[in-house]
């Protein structure tokens, strides 16, 4: 059984059009996780692209897994390991089950504790061991959007943690706009826009009654196959 925790902010479309490949190689990051192994990915694409559907696939097709969102908050990018401080919130009560300088390091950036400022590396060293803890019973699934809307520790200790992934049962996928240097080294997915044929299939799904073709045309060269481009553009 999956356990989702976060909403996802767009509306869901009724089903991914076209993304066979992209599909494949997320249902090949799931059953790695399943089998017991690691795997980190990173999808990057422009905005509307379709980047947060990808990942409410691997969300609704991770049987047997535990799924944990955590959401990029532009507002939020001042606050120190806010993102990750997202990731852990649920497993809190296993943070004392972990080495003990890991445990401090977490507990002081998620103000549990006082303290000076932790050392990043024992954070993201903690990170893996409490992920790595929750895998043990089932599992585990964490999907990050938005990571370039993260707090600067967030965004830096989290692959950081993803590179140092084993043998723990333990998948990591992050969305992002552009590439960045912070997920140098994990395997990328470039998402672009869809096919022709999708596009048109997309947009006569929103669209009431008939459409001019060269209005139809048009809208589909505009949005270069850009999904939320093609859902919103007939409204406006």
């Not at 190689?25 to 790695?32: E, F, G």
């Not at 609704?60 to 990731?87: K, T, Y």
């Not at 960045?180 to 999708?198: F, H, M, N, P």
């Not at 947009?203 to 939320?228: F, H, M, Y």
């Amino acid at each position: 059984m999956s356990a989702v925790l976060g909403p996802s902010r767009w509306p869901r479309v009724p089903e991914l059009r076209d993304r066979f490949y992209e599909r494949r190689v997320l249902d090949q990051v799931v059953a790695s996780v399943r089998a017991g192994e690691s795997r980190a990915l990173v999808i990057h694409g422009e905005p509307g692209v379709g980047k947060t559907a990808l990942l409410d696939y691997v969300g609704d097709h991770a049987a047997g897994c535990r799924v944990v969102r955590v959401a990029g908050i532009e507002p939020e990018m001042e606050f120190p390991f806010a993102g990750i401080h997202q990731l852990c919130s649920p497993f809190l009560d296993r943070i004392t089950h972990i080495p003990e300088p890991q445990s401090a390091a977490l507990q002081t950036a998620f103000g549990l504790r006082a303290g000076p400022p932790p050392d990043p590396f024992l954070v993201a060293l903690g990170i893996l061991s409490l992920l790595s803890e929750v895998a043990s019973d089932r599992p585990l699934l964490c999907l990050i959007d938005d990571h370039q809307w993260l707090d600067f520790a967030s965004a830096t200790i989290l692959p950081a943690t993803a590179r140092r992934l084993g043998a723990e049962s333990v998948g990591l996928v992050f969305a992002i706009r552009n590439q960045s240097e912070v997920l140098a080294g994990l395997t990328e997915l470039t998402i672009l826009g869809l096919g022709d044929a999708d596009s048109h299939a997309l947009l006569a799904s929103v669209v009431p009654g008939k459409i001019d073709a060269r209005v139809r045309d048009q809208i589909v060269a505009e949005t270069r196959g850009n999904p939320l481009a093609l859902l919103e553009l007939p409204g406006a």
